[in-house]
């Protein structure tokens, strides 16, 4: 790919001038985006505290200094002494402005129905809720969980948290009891927001009900908020004296909150994301950093502007989801929020979404593009979709067809994709794409602005062009998590990103660069693997087949899959029971009653063993490598190499 591919798209002159990532090179003295880059690594302080001035950064109190890495860098900190809230930057600024009485969010549920709130609507909404959590005894520091849907009270939720100074703490919506309970217990959750259900594809989905599940095994939890989203479609049950509806709560909330002046750093969102091991890490993003890193990245790379409308279908549960809520808000432009599935009620309900609401800006993962793809081209030819100025591809590698299919049947051949990959972790963007430099099919223009990203081959030494490598980060980013949640956290984090070069970020995918300087992802260099572009552990997945008591052993691997991205595969040890076909079924069942309907496994096959360590762990790299024909590497650690052989007859019965 890196070796053939043509830079395919160029900015206009009048994009270039008029874009506002050029008035950041400009204001900063540099020549262009690249001599930024090299100059943000070579005074780190002096970037990022033109970028945040630039960037209009709002404190109550200035900080001292911008960057203290006196700890190391994997302890950065960031702001010192100065204040703030990112309700102040997102929401509140836009008070006495032309924005305050235009759309914020504009609402589509799958049933069709609509909302829109205004920036002074939702700002009432929010102090609305804010006195209800305070009311719950909700305070500075505490742990509000939202399982919500796509609907205007998450994003009510998002910002009630921040103005109080409580972390809000994002739940997939299409969890089921295992996970929930998981995160609920890890964050000592103390108030859950939720909703009665949803719509998934035409049918009414319950989700109080596998929240009741969860927080039965939850004793942190003290109350729940829940939205009366679904009018009495699905049943609710009520728990006397921990469950409150959204509406009773509200009513008669009408004096305003004030915001809360809050260190630079305070935290705002506990996200947890699966590692190598499988046991969730709660990543902890703050009020400074998570808000700048997405203004940077986003709003400045993407040219996102207060004339703008964003949207990108996901769920609230996964780092898009808090990324669609600081994008336009902190630029007082607009957010488009769907309901449901892109394909329902009608097959061109995307096309449709992105021609009525005037849609700028629309991101979508690989996946979604083939999935659109199989539908066909002329559901997107027959809309208008020249409000289109940008397109966003991230959440997983692009793949060369859907890439394509993006740039000519979607952007008619006329609009930039910029490829943004990250994590939770970083906030945002390791790596990046403008639009304000050329593009290649499937490439990043290199890394964001500050990161020091790089590609170190086995030596650690920095890969040759088309070499491919490990993806690191050699400076400390605004944007980073600030360790792992819990205890443990600190000599877990430092294990997983910092342990294998010195003062060295270590993310876990392989890249590489080409002769020409553009960046291509190749997929993750760990046991982690994405579903639907949503990055998944094995631990969680295996408990629930062990737990049937069918199963003596099992590792779950991802394997690649031309639609999907990645599907799930099982490979398991059976105990005396059931024939396989039974087995199948019942290991299917347990993963979708634990996990959700998204973690239904495509393949699951049954073998004598399992290749282990001497240490006794599984080796899934090897799994992988034998189903996919690749080659497995180094061995040496492998106790029981005949378990290999096993995988060998497996491999012959994929489909």
């Keep these: 790919m890196a070796e053939t ?7 206009s002159q009048e994009h270039l001038e008029a874009a506002r990532l050029t008035a950041l090179i400009r204001q900063m003295g540099a020549s262009g985006y690249h001599d930024l880059y ?3 690594l070579a005074d780190p302080a002096w970037f990022w505290d033109g970028l945040l001035k630039f960037l209009d950064i709002r404190f109550y109190q200035p900080y001292d200094t911008v960057l203290e890495t006196s700890r190391g860098k994997a302890w950065a900190d960031w702001c010192v002494g100065g204040t703030t809230n990112l309700y102040l930057n997102c929401i509140e600024k836009h008070r006495d402005t032309d924005a305050w009485n235009k759309p914020f969010i504009e609402w589509q549920g799958e049933d069709e129905r609509t909302r829109t709130l205004t920036y002074a609507e939702f700002d009432a909404e929010v102090n609305r809720l804010a006195a209800a959590l305070r009311g719950l005894g909700v305070g500075q520091g505490d742990v509000v969980g939202l399982y ?12 009630a948290c921040a103005k109080i100074g409580a972390l809000n703490m994002p739940l997939f919506s299409g969890f089921g009891p295992s996970p929930i309970a998981t995160r609920l217990n890890e964050g000592g959750v103390k108030v859950v927001i939720a909703s009665d259900g949803t ?3 035409g049918a009414a989905s319950p989700m109080k009900t ?3 599940e969860a927080c039965a095994e939850a004793p942190s939890v003290e109350a729940v908020i829940v939205v009366n989203h679904m009018a009495g479609v699905v049943p609710v049950e009520m728990k006397p004296g921990r469950d409150h509806w959204w509406h009773d709560l509200v009513a008669g909330q009408s004096e305003p909150v004030t915001t809360a002046e809050l260190p630079a750093e305070a935290p705002l969102t506990l996200a947890f994301t699966s590692g190598t091991t499988g046991k969730p890490k709660g990543i902890i993003q703050t009020h400074v950093g998570f808000l700048t890193k997405v203004a940077l990245d986003l709003d400045l790379m993407l040219d996102f502007g207060p004339d703008d409308c964003f949207f990108w279908l996901s769920d609230f549960g996964w780092m898009v989801g808090a990324l669609t809520a600081v994008t336009p808000s902190y630029a007082g432009g607009r957010l488009l929020v769907a309901e449901g599935a892109p394909d ?4 061109d309900r995307f096309w449709q979404l992105i021609e009525d609401y005037r849609v700028t800006h629309f991101g979508m993962a690989p996946t979604a593009a083939r999935g659109a793809m199989a539908l066909g081209r002329e559901l997107v030819d027959k809309h208008d979709l020249s409000s289109l100025k940008t397109m966003i591809s991230g959440g997983e590698p692009a793949t060369p067809d859907a890439w394509q299919w993006m740039f000519e049947v979607i952007g008619r051949e006329r609009l930039p994709i910029i490829n943004i990959s990250g994590g939770t972790e970083i906030g945002c963007s390791i790596v990046t ?3 304000i430099l050329p593009q290649k099919s499937c490439a990043f223009n290199g890394p964001s602005l500050g990161s020091g990203a790089a590609v170190f081959n086995e030596a650690g030494q920095l890969a040759a062009p088309g070499e491919v490598g490990e993806l690191v980060m050699t400076q400390p980013s605004i944007g980073l998590t600030k360790s792992f949640w819990g205890p443990g956290g600190d000599e877990r984090y430092l294990e997983t990103y910092w342990q294998d070069y010195p003062d060295t970020w270590r993310h876990g995918d392989f890249a590489s660069i080409d002769e020409d300087g553009f960046w291509f992802l190749l997929g993750r260099s760990d046991d982690t693997f994405k579903i639907g572009g949503k990055r998944t552990g094995p631990a969680e997945i295996e408990a629930l087949v062990v737990a049937t008591g069918q199963v003596a052993e099992v590792a779950v691997i991802g394997l690649p899959d031309q639609r999907a991205g990645e599907v799930i595969c099982i490979i398991a040890v059976p105990k005396d ?25 495509r393949h699951i096959h049954f073998v004598t063993d399992l290749p282990r360590t001497r240490s006794m762990k599984i080796m899934r790299r090897l799994i992988r490598a034998v189903l996919l024909d690749q080659p497995t590497g180094d061995t040496s650690a492998l106790s029981n190499p005949e378990a290999l052989e096993h995988l060998e007859a497996v491999k012959g019965r994929l489909d």
């Design 5 to 11: 591919s043509e830079i395919v798209w160029r900015p």
């Design 38 to 40: 090299e100059r943000s």
């Design 148 to 159: 919500l849907p796509m609907i205007a009270e998450v994003y009510v939720g998002f910002f």
């Design 199 to 201: 719509w998934r594809r």
């Design 210 to 212: 596998a929240l009741d």
């Design 344 to 347: 329902r009620p009608r097959a």
């Design 433 to 435: 794409g403008a639009t």
């Design 577 to 601: 029971g059931p024939n396989e076909n039974d087995l199948r079924d019942t290991l299917t069942e347990a993963v979708v009653a634990g996990m959700g309907r998204a973690y239904r496994p």
